[in-house]
């Protein structure tokens, strides 16, 4: 510990003395000087604080815009992250130390996370960073709404990301909660668990960031334990079992292919809250016109325990969008774990032929990536007869229109390896 510790204080005045913490990753501007981002919070302004430092010890407010960012209603502006994204869409991602990419928004935006203490949700803002002015100029908002920017619409928060000098590509890791009850953590020993890591990179039009689980994930495949599906057609209220594979363990990656779109049905996108549309009772088995189609993971071999993963596809003013759910209502038949529903639209091309999705599942973990990383899910479930060996996998269509699954790969997954040091 440093003789000076703590190096740091929270400013007399300006935040909360107990609302002061999570420092991001540090780094050195194209000046010389240190900066690092601490959250913080004051009443129910959520604060992004920035410090200088000349030598990594002795640490003072920003003397350009120490309030470097500030939103109202979020409270404690949890787990602030900071980090450069390139704008071409490649996936390599960049060092935030790089004093050469730090004011050139030519070829870079950065990303303010924040994790939004009231909705305990990971939300974040993409925008110019202007080093020498200490300023971020961010092209979306936070309001508190559907319509927010966030890394994962799920059970997901407290993130950090960093960058991986080895493979060129930034990492997020994040913490997945628990759903069940206090009870069950005392028994097990523990509660809480990190998801997946994912690599992170911004999407070819500069509006929101993309998200993959690493390709090291992979390597615990089983090889000789992969399952084909090629253009096989779900027609109306269908459901294929996937059969092959320890459903409880697994990586399953789908694309679906689409009708046409135009016989879709309208929502009005604009005045919906896609968690509210999807909390319609078992809107999963409702018989809608494209979708709801997708995944029944956990699910036991009667179906009356099922985790519903699915798309919908919707007509909006703005032309088409895909409503993305994760149903957790019937999840188990434990009356004392949290299940609802969790849900995102997002607005795709007219001219969309297949959409995608893959699905990690590990015992009481769901992990859903939509449309190739534009959307995820990560949820908490406690089955009691879809364990182990009894757990089952089914893709379904219960809209009105036939999809075809063009192609769907799965593989029961192996232990994750700890490498001693």
Known sequence: KHP????????????????????????????????????????????????????????????????????????????????????????????????????????????????????????????????????FVAENKITGTSLDLKLDHGEFYASKSFFDYAKKRRVLWGWVKELDTEQDDILKGWAGLQGIPRQVWLHENGKWLMQWPIEELETLRYSDNEVSILGHKLVAGSTLQVSGITASQADVEVVFELPELESAEWLDSKEVDPQIVCSDKEYASRSGIIGPFGLLALASKDLTEQTAIFFTIFRTSNGFSCLMCTDLTRSSLRQDVHKTTYATIFAIDSNLKAISLRTLIDGSIIE????????????????????????????????????????LNAWSMKPAKFVQQ
């Open 368 to 407: 859903s990536f939509g449309e190739k990383g534009r959307v995820c899910i990560t949820n908490r479930v406690y089955p009691l007869l879809a364990t182990e060996k009894d757990a089952h996998l089914y893709v379904f269509n219960n809209g009105k229109q036939n999809v075809c699954i063009s192609k």
């Open 4 to 135: 000076q510790n703590p190096i740091i204080t929270a400013p007399i005045g300006l935040v909360e003395q107990e609302n002061f913490r999570d420092p991001t990753t540090a780094w050195k501007g194209s000046d010389g000087k240190w900066r690092v981002i601490i959250g913080a919070r004051n009443g129910d302004l959520g604060k992004a604080i920035l410090y200088h430092s000349d030598d990594f010890i002795n640490w003072k407010l920003s003397p350009n815009n120490h309030q470097f960012y500030v939103i109202d209603g979020i409270g404690m502006c949890e787990c602030p992250d900071f980090f450069p994204v390139l704008i071409d869409g490649t996936k390599h991602g960049v060092d935030l130390d790089s004093s050469s990419v730090q004011d050139s928004n030519d070829v870079i935006r950065h990303v303010l996370k924040i994790s939004y203490q009231n909705k305990q949700q990971e939300h974040y803002l993409v925008g110019k960073y202007v080093c020498d002015e200490d300023k």
